[in-house]
């Protein structure tokens, strides 16, 4: 955690704004995009390759779209964790979201949090560091750290985001206070304040918090940020009509908008359209090719209440709002200067388990990158024949913080400190993915 070594960084920033992508579950590389068309029949995944649009690079008929975008796309097919060890959803997407491992001397916070931390808001009317819908079954895994509260994810909430009713809760004065009632009381609160001399950090942290809130009640371009129905129908149709196409989309309204940080995590909700539905993550331990539901009862290997991976509300609705946002980005200009990473928590196992499915797996498993610099059309590290081992350039999530970090010109030679003073080096243990830069 702590560092005496020097970190060696380009600190031009090449990014302004990271989008994450964070598809939470332990998404199968193996049917997605590291197939594996030469393991045994058996373990095999029944979704053959496809050509992408970059001659070489192949990934699997559930991704037909995203082959469209290979060209914008890095591959990083050699993720790991050393030793397998972080396989659990909880540690593992902790892992994720911070580069770090769980459990050290201090709660590191998310990298998202660094970055408010660091680099502040450029958009004065919305936090720095935001999460829609922020809901999952890992959303506890969010950790604000030793930073201060202005630094925490504000998560949008929402159950189905393509609902028309739905909106951010509480994103507005209450009834009965109006805007000229509001000011007076700050007004009164900074009367209040000039008595306070020379306020400690905690205070001032504390009044930073309170003012990036009062932003938000009273700008009305801060509701009007999350609200989707402006949002031409074509382009709401080629993100996708349901929650997750929505969520894509609201990430890049974000991004739009200058929030500096943006994490998506998604599941389809349940519906009647998807009967046994009530867990819509990529958790896949058993019946992982199933046209239908998982099953509803812990009868199996602890896959129920999820779909097959390739029914639509899987991998056909990720498949087609990450292409339309690859694309968007791209038309819009915005890709120049935002780092978009597509990010799981590990892989899946490269053999199947007597119940049909594929179980945790932390030794082999991918993440995509876009945007702000990063060169497309390419493939960095490669996975074992089986897709179980790393057998090129293994990076682990410390690399990813780092890579992020370095992309936003974030000096990791300066630490950041805790409250008591102590110094906490930036990745420590990581080194920026070169193939990115």
Same mark, same amino acid.
């Given at each position: 955690m702590l560092s005496t070594k020097t970190i060696g960084a380009d600190r031009i920033a090449r990014a302004k704004n990271v989008l994450v992508i964070y598809e939470q579950g332990g998404l199968s590389h193996i049917d997605t995009f590291d197939p594996k068309p030469a393991a045994p029949v058996?373990?095999?995944?029944?979704?053959?390759?496809?050509?992408?649009?970059?001659?070489?690079?192949?990934?699997?008929?559930?991704?037909?779209?995203?082959?469209?975008?290979? *060209?914008?796309?890095?591959?990083?097919? #050699?993720?790991?964790?050393? %030793? $397998?060890?972080?396989?659990?959803?909880? *540690?593992?997407?902790?892992?994720?979201? #911070?580069?770090?491992?769980? %459990? $050290?001397?201090?709660?590191?916070?998310?990298?998202?949090g660094v970055v408010s931390h660091r680099l502040g808001t450029r958009c004065d009317y919305l936090p720095p560091y935001i999460m829609v819908p922020g809901n999952h079954e890992q959303a506890a895994q969010t950790h604000q750290g030793f930073l201060p509260a202005s630094t925490k994810v504000f998560k949008t909430g929402g159950r189905d985001l393509s609902d028309p009713k739905w909106k951010v809760p509480d994103l507005g004065l209450l009834a009965g206070i109006d805007s000229r009632r509001f000011e007076n009381r700050q007004d009164l609160l900074s009367n209040l304040d000039v008595a306070v001399a020379a306020p400690a950090p905690p205070i001032e942290n504390l009044q930073a918090l309170r003012e990036q809130a009062a932003e938000m009640l009273t700008n009305p371009a801060a509701g009007n940020a999350f609200n989707l129905a402006e949002e031409p129908d074509a382009i709401r149709q080629q993100y996708g009509t349901g929650h997750r196409g929505q969520c894509y989309l609201l990430g890049r309204r974000l991004i739009e908008r200058g929030v500096r940080f943006v994490t998506v995590d998604v599941r389809e909700p349940l519906s009647d359209a998807t009967p046994g539905g009530f867990n819509m993550n990529w958790d896949h331990h058993d019946l992982i090719y199933t046209s239908g539901s998982c099953g509803t009862v812990r009868d199996k290997a602890g896959g129920e209440g999820r779909y097959g991976i390739g029914h639509w509300v899987m991998m056909g609705s990720t498949d087609q709002a990450f292409a339309a946002l690859i694309a968007d980005l791209d038309q819009r200009g915005l890709l120049d200067e935002t780092l978009v990473c597509f990010m799981t928590e590990f892989g899946r196992t490269p053999k199947l388990n007597k119940f049909q499915g594929r179980d945790h797996w932390a030794y082999g498993y991918s993440h995509l990158f876009a945007g702000a610099g990063a060169p497309g059309g390419q493939v960095i590290g490669r996975t074992d024949r089986d897709g179980g081992y790393v057998a090129e350039r293994p990076y682990l999530p410390e690399d990813v913080a780092a890579t992020i970090y370095d992309k936003l010109g974030v000096d990791r030679n300066r630490p950041v400190y805790t409250p008591s003073n102590r110094p906490v080096f930036l990745a420590d243990h990581g080194q920026r993915i070169e193939e990115l830069f």
């Open positions: 058996d373990q095999r995944s029944p979704f053959e390759p496809i050509a992408t649009n970059v001659p070489g690079i192949q990934f699997t008929s559930l991704c037909k779209n995203t082959a469209k975008v290979a *060209d914008k796309l890095a591959v990083v097919r #050699s993720m790991y964790h050393k %030793g $397998g060890a972080v396989n659990g959803h909880p *540690d593992g997407t902790q892992y994720a979201l #911070s580069g770090a491992v769980p %459990g $050290g001397p201090l709660e590191m916070p998310d990298i998202g």
